[in-house]
């Protein structure tokens, strides 16, 4: 079939529900700071930091002329073999704001292909120490962890499962970390650490000395914002140390001063062996991704190879690109020289506060948040789970307010540029738009 010039068909977007987009399309035609603006040029506040990937905002323009300068002098440099100064660069900032020992970087193009390296890396750290016969992993329900096929497998998010049955057959679910008692909880819940139990029952049932690693997000985020509570990972911690077990750290959301530090392990307390992280490591500027291990982990997997041979047959074609490891340096000295982290730390509390004033209205089902970011979920209406969330998406878009929303839960993490006018803004267009949908 073909389609008339101006046609939206021949782009399949993704998680989106396309015939209800293509209808009524919300495009963005340009973008400066904390503002969107439509293909009508009206300003939409940012909500979300678009997809949680531009806390220094739109368009800056260091990142702008950064990337810039570096497409004038090399666009492209293979990485097999081969490398460039902005690569080892990045490698070194990255480095630096990671936890003590997790001093090596691996760089990937999304949040995605980190999770799938980061199980890699693990298998070939397990098979390398002589631990070959640790195959299982243990994930969570309602855990997230991107869209290939290794964080397919991981993901306790039904609908992101459903259609892909052929996923890795050697993965376990714990219990997510929702107990319904904390309810409208800003910070961490008082109950639930016990749950932390499962990954002890999982030992004992499969041998300890099976389980490869355990994935844990350190907030649970694109399922709607779920804290883990007090004495929880660090209970996680325990039981992996105690069989030898690996715990990854998924900071694709909650990295790069989300929480308030550097990354959730900081503001939690507790280190994990290795770290994925994406989306603001550019501030969503360019696709990268990277993946932090400890040391102990590289030089296993190294040492294990003889000289001159490969020790990880692992990588991507853009792995370390030249743009994107030029945004990368960018960001790292943004975030230092305007104190973002510091920022994002000094406005949590009133954000955490406003966010909570919506409590009182009767869509609200429950809020969690910590940090800059916030779980509002709504009641589900009547046409089912899920109907609700995706309206109401689509209407704070025209009411001038993004918010990404999963199921029925809008996630709000404003960007660590915003000031309290900006919050305010954001929660009056939110609740401003429960008011007309209700209605």
Not at 63 to 81: C, D, L, S
Not at 127 to 154: D, K, M, P, T
Not at 216 to 225: I, N, Y
Request: proline share 5%.
């Amino acid at each position: 079939m073909r389609y008339e010039g101006n046609s939206l068909e021949e782009y399949w977007i993704p998680f989106t529900p396309n015939r209800a987009f293509k209808a009524n399309p919300r495009m963005v035609s340009r973008a400066e700071g904390a503002y969107l603006y439509n293909q009508h040029d009206e300003p939409v506040i940012d909500g979300s930091s678009g997809l949680f990937c531009s806390p220094a905002g739109h368009c800056h323009p260091k990142i702008v002329e950064a990337v810039h300068e570096q497409m004038k002098r090399n666009t492209y440099t293979a990485p097999f073999g081969l490398g460039h100064e902005g690569s080892f660069a990045l490698a070194r900032e990255v480095a630096a704001l990671t936890p003590e020992e997790l001093n090596h970087v691996f760089f990937t193009n999304s949040g995605s292909e980190s999770i799938d390296t980061a199980l890699k890396i693990v298998m070939a750290y397990n098979n390398a120490r002589g631990q070959g016969q640790r195959r299982r992993f243990v994930s969570r329900e309602r855990a997230y962890h991107g869209v290939n096929i290794g964080g397919i497998s991981l993901s306790g998010m039904v609908n992101n499962r459903r259609a892909f049955p052929v996923t890795m057959p050697d993965v376990v679910m714990m219990r997510h970390t929702w107990t319904g008692q904390d309810m409208f909880c800003a910070g961490q819940p008082e109950n639930g650490a016990e749950l932390a139990e499962d990954l002890a029952r999982m030992c004992a049932t499969y041998g300890g000395d099976q389980i490869a690693a355990v994935f844990v997000e350190p907030v649970a985020g694109s399922t709607g914002v779920l804290v883990p509570p007090k004495g929880y990972l660090e209970r996680i911690r325990e039981i992996c140390d105690a069989h030898d077990i690996l715990l990854v750290f998924d900071e694709v959301i909650t990295g790069f001063g989300r929480m308030g530090h550097n990354f959730g392990a900081d503001t939690f307390g507790v280190t994990p062996d290795i770290m994925t992280m994406a989306k603001a490591l550019t501030n969503g500027s360019i696709p990268m991704g990277a993946v932090a291990v400890k040391d102990e982990i590289y030089d296993t997997v190294v040492d294990a190879s003889p000289d001159g041979a490969i020790e990880l047959f692992h990588g991507y074609t853009y792995s370390g690109h030249p743009a994107a490891c030029a945004a990368g340096v960018a960001m790292m000295q943004i975030i230092r020289e305007e104190g973002l982290f510091q920022r994002a730390m000094e406005m949590a509390p009133y954000f955490n506060d406003a966010v909570q004033s919506l409590k009182d209205h009767p869509m609200v089902k429950d809020i969690r948040s910590i940090g800059m970011i916030a779980g509002v979920e709504v009641h589900p209406g009547a046409d089912g789970p899920g109907k609700r969330g995706s309206a109401l998406q689509a209407e704070m878009f025209w009411n001038g307010l993004h918010v990404k929303f999963t199921g029925d839960s809008g996630i709000l993490a404003p960007q660590f540029i915003a000031e309290k006018a900006h919050v305010d803004e954001i929660l009056s267009k939110f609740r401003a738009t429960l008011d007309a949908h209700q209605g």
